[in-house]
C-alpha cells in the first residue's frame, strides 16, 4: 500500500517501537512501565496510533491510548492528533512537525462522568535513527501543568 | 485472559464482527459500506472497541474509529464510550445498557481546526444472537441531529 503523499512528511514514525518509560506526578508514586506503540496506515491521508503500557513488576496492562494523526497546512507542517485513552479520556492535541520532531498541546481533553479529570496534555516526541524518545506533560486534579512521562523506545518493525 | 467482571455484562460484544452499511445525511449522495467492528478485551475493566469501513465499490478504505468502552454504576447499567474518528473528531459518549441492546448520546464531540463540524453524535446497538444492528444520528455542518448510517453485522470470530 502507497503512503499517501500528505503523510510523507510522517513516514518516520510508521512502524512498531517497544522500550520502557517512567511516570510521575505530585499526587501519585513514581512508576516504571513497558511500553509499545505502533504508527501504521492504510493509503489515506492520516496515520493510525495505537499505545499500550504493561507493568515491570507483574507485566500486567497499564494504560492504552488510540487514535490517528493527520497534517493540516505547509512546512512547518501543523500536526492534529485525536485520540482516545482506556482511562475514559478523549484529547485532540495540535503543534508543529519537524523533521524528527513533534511538539503538542491540547486543544480539548474531555472525560466521561466517571473519569479523572485531566484539563490538558503536552507532548514533545523526538525520533532520531531508530530510537523514539518522548516526554508529556499533564494537568490533572485541578494541579497545573507538570511532568507526567517520558520513555524511549526502539523500532521492532517497520 | 479473564474478563473482568466489571464488563461482564458487554461480554455479547466480545469478537469480530462483519457485514455492510448504509450511509445518508442531507448534505451528501447515499453511500454503501462493508464494515469490521472489533471488540477486545485484556483483563481491565474496560473494551477495546475498533471500527473500519471500506468501499463497495472499489474496496478502498473510508472511515474508520477506535476507543474504549467502560460501564460505570448500577443496573440500568451507565455505559461510557471514548472514540477517536480517522476524519479528526473526538467523542465521549454515554447511556445505558439493557440486555443485547445499547443507546448512546453525545456529552462531548471535538474537532481538530481542519475537521468538519460535528455538534451531536446518537448511537444505538442492538444484538440478538449472532446479529449487530445498529444505527447512528449525527448533528454535523450546522444542521440538527439527523439519521446518517445504519448496518448489520455478523458475528465472524469470538
Redesign the interface.
Known amino acids: 500500500m502507497e503512503l499517501h503523499p500528505e503523510v510523507e512528511p510522517l513516514a518516520f514514525l510508521l512502524g512498531r517501537w517497544s522500550g520502557e518509560g517512567t511516570g510521575e506526578y505530585p499526587t501519585i508514586k513514581p512508576f516504571a512501565f513497558r511500553e509499545e506503540v505502533t504508527f501504521e496506515h ?3 491521508p ?1 496515520l ?1 496510533y ?1 499505545q499500550k503500557t504493561w507493568s515491570l513488576i507483574d507485566d ?2 497499564m494504560h ?1 491510548e ?3 494523526l ?1 497534517l ?2 505547509p512546512a512547518p507542517r ?1 500536526l ?7 482511562t ?5 492535541s ?1 503543534g508543529i512537525l519537524e523533521p524528527g520532531k513533534i511538539e503538542l498541546i491540547s ?2 481533553v ?6 479523572k479529570t485531566v484539563t490538558a496534555i503536552g507532548r514533545s516526541i523526538v525520533v532520531a535513527e531508530d530510537v523514539f524518545k518522548y516526554r508529556l506533560r499533564m494537568a490533572a486534579g485541578g494541579l497545573p501543568a507538570h511532568h507526567h512521562l517520558s520513555g524511549e523506545l526502539q523500532r521492532v518493525s517497520d
Chains 1, 2 share one sequence.
Open positions: 492504510n493509503g489515506k492520516f493510525s495505537s500486567s496492562p492504552s488510540t487514535g490517528y493527520r493540516a497546512g501543523r492534529e492528533i485525536v485520540l482516545a485513552h482506556s475514559g479520556l478523549v484529547e485532540v495540535e486543544t480539548n474531555h472525560g466521561t462522568s466517571t473519569a
